[in-house]
């Protein structure tokens, strides 16, 4: 559905973001929510994002950019707005607007036709839910329903807590529309009725799925029928509603979310009801679709850690997997919770009935972290004193190393060493150009004692240089001249090469207008970067890092010769090892004549 975010009501293009950012400043926006003291032309203050006793929150009023040396959270002011008001970047647009006295894009007609009927749409749906719960609680066609909840051991109380409905057989809701005058096409569009006026979810249990702020957007709904094949049906995707983008559950559990810290994400719906009868609260399900970017975004507005309850089986522990790369990818922290004894938690904590809450505090205190759960999965039913074992477990934790954001990569290689043991070398990295000797990958720029960035991540000469420009983008002139794109390692180069597109567009000053579109990952880097930059900033520091770039790929490309050499040796390939011979020959010299200059 692309056209989705058109039919929201406030279209914002680029310039409207541009256009309420040259009016609003940072620093006053900040000090509604953060006591700023200035210190030199900087502010500092208690961060607002995490508890602290002494500064760490920074803000830059000259680039208009705020960085935390505590929580290494980083952003612009729609980013600060975006996370104090617990808002999506629309919204923090719409306030900020509104402060700033700019009028958003008028809507066109059509825009405004959209919006007019998705509004339409939502009041539709919000009148269904309430419809629904009435016949389910204070009617006689609701007993199948009030049965079923009995046999789910479901209490009135928590199901009004969801809204939870029942369609009678018939046409009973449709009867209600026209006694209400209301058009019978907007209950169509939302999926309400069938063709025939008949109730789309007719003998079912209705659960409303929800929006953060508790708006009914769909429904997911059970059978009460035994001879029904199909136990649950869903709402069609609308313009008010699109799978894989809600959190089922969220507008309930946010505040207990903000309370303990963390959400608990299960997989479904009653799982979610069952835990919140059980007094987790801070509860919620993905609804209906493996956790996609969309949802894992959406959490993130809320909380930095997921505790994870996924279904004992085999799918659901691989699911349990996806989530953490997922997670990961969006630098959330994520256990993992295995329910023991019960296909789901929903049969876990009915099994435990009085003794719920305990027996869930129990099985959420040894929750390992995802990344541990992982390692122990690539380990299941390997032993681990047999060598064909340990070889084979070996090349799955590498896989699943693999599979995290590469800042993490490291630090979980020594985790897994530990916990393999003595056969721990086994994960050492598998041989791979980057750390071929002579070629160290994380170069300790000697002269400036510089090992490591504030955020303890490893420094290499590839990210002194981004950083470098960052805080000085002039030296491009330098450095475009000294260094080309293929000589940079990858995960440098698209940054690289986004920043220099800014400053040819935009001069010194481009970077601070374009940053937001940068993706997440970058802008933190150029963030840190203006909050701490690094020891020496100079054109003949830019120099020196771009020709220790150049000759780290020359020295990683003579060594690529070398290797294809003895190949091409063992082959008997006079004419190619000749070639060969010759490149490594050229090659060499001029690595030694930079050496010796430099
Ligand atoms: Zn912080």
């Known amino acids: 559905m692309a056209d989705h975010n058109s039919q929201v009501p406030t279209p914002a293009s680029d310039d409207a973001f541009a256009e309420v950012k040259a009016k609003v400043d940072l620093v006053k926006v900040v000090q509604e929510h953060v006591r700023l003291t200035k210190r ?7 961060c607002p994002f ?49 402060r700033a006295g700019v009028e958003l894009r008028k809507l066109s ?44 051991q479901v209490n009135e109380e928590n199901a009004r807590r969801f809204q939870l409905g029942y369609a009678p057989a018939g046409r009973g809701f449709a009867e209600y529309l026209r006694a209400k005058k209301r058009s019978l096409a907007d209950a169509q569009e939302g999926g309400l009725l069938r063709r025939d006026g008949t109730d789309f979810f007719a003998e079912r249990l209705v659960i409303p799925i929800r929006d953060e702020r508790g708006q009914p957007l769909a429904f997911t709904a059970r059978t009460v029928r035994a001879d029904e094949q199909r136990k649950y049906i869903n709402s069609p995707e609308t313009p008010a509603y699109v799978k894989g983008r809600v959190i089922f559950g969220l507008d309930l559990a946010r505040d207990e979310i903000a309370r303990r810290g963390h959400a608990v994400l299960m ?56 989530a953490v790369l997922l997670a990961a990818a969006h630098q959330m922290r994520t256990r993992v919770a295995t329910v023991t004894g019960a296909k789901d938690p929903d049969e876990f904590l009915r099994a435990a009935g009085a003794d719920a809450a305990t027996q869930w505090e129990e099985l959420a205190a040894k929750a390992p972290s995802g990344f541990e759960f992982g390692m122990e999965e ?28 590469v800042a993490l990569q490291e630090d979980y290689r ?89 400053y040819e567009r935009g001069g010194v000053s481009g970077l601070e207008t374009e940053l937001a579109g940068y993706p997440a990952e970058e802008q933190d880097l150029i963030r840190r970067a203006w909050a701490a930059p690094p020891p020496n900033v100079d054109d003949e520091v830019a120099v020196e890092l771009a020709e220790r770039i150049t000759l780290d790929h020359m020295r990683s490309r003579h060594s690529g010769i070398i290797r294809e050499l003895s190949e091409a040796e063992r082959g008997k390939d006079s004419e190619r090892v000749a070639r060969l011979e010759a490149e490594a020959r050229e090659l060499g010299h001029a690595i030694d004549e930079m050496e010796r200059r430099g």
């Open 267 to 322: 997989e479904g719906q009653f799982d979610v009801i069952t835990a919140h009868g059980a007094g987790i609260q801070n509860a919620v399900a993905s609804s209906g679709t493996a956790l996609t970017d969309d949802q894992v975004r959406l959490l993130k507005r809320f909380t930095d850690e997921l505790l994870l309850v996924f279904d004992a089986d085999r799918a659901g522990r691989q699911a349990a997997q996806k």
């Open 109 to 152: 007609p059509e825009q405004k036709e959209r919006s007019d009927s998705r509004k339409r749409l939502l009041a539709m749906l919000k009148l269904a839910a309430q419809f629904y719960e009435y016949v389910l609680w204070s009617t006689p066609a609701g007993e199948p329903g009030r049965r079923l909840l009995a046999t789910r």
């Open 414 to 502: 020594e985790r897994a060493k530990r916990w393999m043991g003595v056969s721990g070398h086994l994960l050492a990295a598998e041989p791979d150009e980057k750390r071929s000797p002579g070629r160290p990958g994380a170069y300790k720029v000697g002269k400036n004692g510089l090992e490591t960035s504030p955020a303890g991540k490893k420094m290499t000469v590839g990210r002194y240089l981004l950083q470098l420009l960052a805080v000085r983008p002039v030296a491009f002139d330098l450095v475009r001249t000294k260094i080309t794109l293929d000589e940079l390692d990858e995960e440098d180069r698209g940054i690289y090469e986004r920043m220099l597109e800014t």
């Open 378 to 405: 690539a380990a299941a039913g390997l032993n681990l004193s047999n060598a064909n074992h340990v070889e084979l477990a070996a090349r799955k934790l590498r896989d699943w190393i693999a599979q995290f954001p």
């Open 40 to 46: 030199n032309k900087d502010f500092w203050g208690l």
């Open 50 to 98: 995490h508890q602290e006793d002494s500064p760490s929150f920074k803000v830059n009023p000259q680039m208009q950019s705020w960085y935390c040396f505590g929580c290494e959270r980083s952003g612009d002011v729609f980013t600060f707005v975006e996370l104090i008001e617990k808002t999506d970047k629309r919204g923090a647009l719409q306030m900020l607007a509104e």
